[in-house]
């Protein structure tokens, strides 16, 4: 096996982060980050065909949606390595990530809602990060294996849009511990929804559980009249009808509201800042759904252990 170093100088926090990165995984890091997962009751990957259909706004709202339950303990993992706009989304930007002898300590948005992004390790917001696949890999090993949740009920991971180099790191870390399953975003139109079914044929083909479907921007809704309008039309009859199609669970539509864009801009969660909202009804049911799910399977998972 050939390993390539490489180490990351953090002007922020001033410690020297060294990642270790292959051409792919190995066993010993499998089993490794299996351990680590003994802590973590629920995995959930949240995932997209299709960039700009707001994967990683659902990521951050279905975090908060779930730790409004004071009694559960969120983990965020955003591994969208290029484009890491969760720290901005829940108001975490520009914090540090320090090191400890139990690993990275992850930065806390509430007391049991934690955030992990490359996003912290930067010295500069504008920084690019212009990475081949096995460093993306090697870095996404670290946050799963080295990350010091502690005891954690809900793991959600943001991922990039695509079926590519992340995707395959992250589906074959974990498969060696039980994974709920892939939340799958798009939006109403076929040019999303076509990216979308290449998404759930990787699913398939890796044989990773899918929870569902959002439609995300599913219409728009007035915030002064509440009249909605459709801003991409379901040209195909839309995520609800391909789910029919393809036999798969259908979560939600969540409706395109200009005030979900100016929350997640000042870090702020629309859930608790307009909870009477079309858009919060509809995240707090897809929540509700998720969560069965992930009982579900739970219980499954106990019944053939």
């Given at each position: 096996?050939i390993?390539?170093?490489f180490?990351y100088?953090?002007?922020?926090?001033g410690?020297?982060?060294?990642?270790?990165?292959?051409?792919?995984?190995s066993?010993?890091a499998?089993?490794?980050i299996?351990?680590?997962m003994?802590?973590?009751?629920?995995?959930i990957?949240?995932?997209?065909?299709?960039?700009?259909?707001?994967?990683?706004?659902?990521?951050?709202?279905?975090?908060h949606?779930?730790?409004?339950?004071?009694?559960?303990?969120?983990?965020?993992?955003?591994?969208d390595?290029?484009?890491?706009?969760?720290?901005?989304?829940?108001?975490v930007?520009?914090?540090?990530?320090?090191?400890?002898?139990?690993?990275?300590?992850?930065?806390?948005?509430?007391?049991n809602?934690g955030?992990?992004?490359?996003?912290?390790?930067?010295?500069?917001l504008?920084?690019?990060?212009i990475?081949?696949?096995p460093?993306?890999?090697g870095?996404?090993?670290?946050?799963?294996r080295?990350?010091?949740?502690?005891e954690?009920?809900?793991?959600?991971?943001?991922?990039?849009p695509?079926?590519?180099?992340?995707?395959?790191?992250?589906?074959?870390?974990?498969?060696?511990?039980?994974?709920?399953?892939?939340?799958?975003?798009?939006?109403?139109?076929?040019?999303s929804?076509q990216d979308?079914?290449?998404?759930?044929?990787?699913?398939q083909k890796?044989?990773?559980?899918?929870?569902?479907?959002?439609?995300?921007?599913?219409?728009?809704?007035?915030?002064?009249?509440q009249?909605?309008?459709?801003?991409?039309?379901?040209?195909t009859?839309?995520?609800?009808?391909?789910?029919?199609?393809l036999n798969?669970?259908?979560?939600?539509?969540?409706?395109?509201?200009?005030?979900i864009?100016?929350?997640?801009?000042?870090?702020?969660?629309?859930?608790?800042?307009?909870?009477?909202?079309?858009a919060s009804?509809?995240?707090?049911?897809?929540v509700?759904r998720?969560?069965?799910?992930?009982?579900?399977h739970?219980?499954?998972v106990?019944?053939?252990?």
């Amino acid at each position: 096996m050939i390993w390539h170093i490489f180490s990351y100088q953090s002007n922020s926090c001033g410690s020297k982060l060294s990642v270790k990165s292959s051409n792919f995984v190995s066993i010993s890091a499998i089993q490794e980050i299996k351990e680590k997962m003994m802590s973590v009751k629920h995995k959930i990957l949240v995932l997209s065909g299709k960039g700009g259909v707001g994967k990683s706004t659902v990521s951050a709202h279905l975090a908060h949606g779930i730790a409004s339950d004071d009694t559960k303990q969120v983990a965020l993992l955003d591994v969208d390595i290029c484009g890491p706009s969760i720290p901005k989304m829940m108001g975490v930007e520009g914090e540090q990530v320090h090191q400890s002898g139990s690993g990275w300590s992850p930065v806390y948005v509430e007391e049991n809602l934690g955030v992990m992004s490359v996003g912290f390790l930067l010295s500069s917001l504008d920084d690019a990060i212009i990475w081949r696949g096995p460093k993306k890999n090697g870095l996404i090993k670290q946050f799963l294996r080295d990350v010091d949740w502690g005891e954690v009920d809900y793991l959600i991971v943001d991922t990039p849009p695509g079926t590519s180099d992340e995707h395959l790191s992250i589906v074959q870390y974990l498969s060696a511990t039980p994974v709920d399953g892939a939340v799958i975003i798009t939006t109403p139109q076929e040019v999303s929804l076509q990216d979308v079914r290449k998404e759930i044929n990787f699913c398939q083909k890796v044989k990773l559980p899918i929870i569902g479907v959002i439609e995300n921007m599913s219409g728009f809704v007035c915030p002064k009249c509440q009249h909605e309008s459709q801003i991409f039309p379901p040209t195909t009859g839309g995520a609800m009808k391909m789910c029919k199609d393809l036999n798969i669970p259908f979560l939600g539509k969540v409706p395109l509201d200009p005030r979900i864009g100016k929350s997640c801009d000042e870090g702020k969660s629309f859930l608790s800042e307009i909870p009477d909202s079309s858009a919060s009804v509809a995240y707090k049911d897809i929540v509700k759904r998720i969560q069965e799910h992930c009982d579900t399977h739970s219980s499954e998972v106990e019944k053939n252990a």
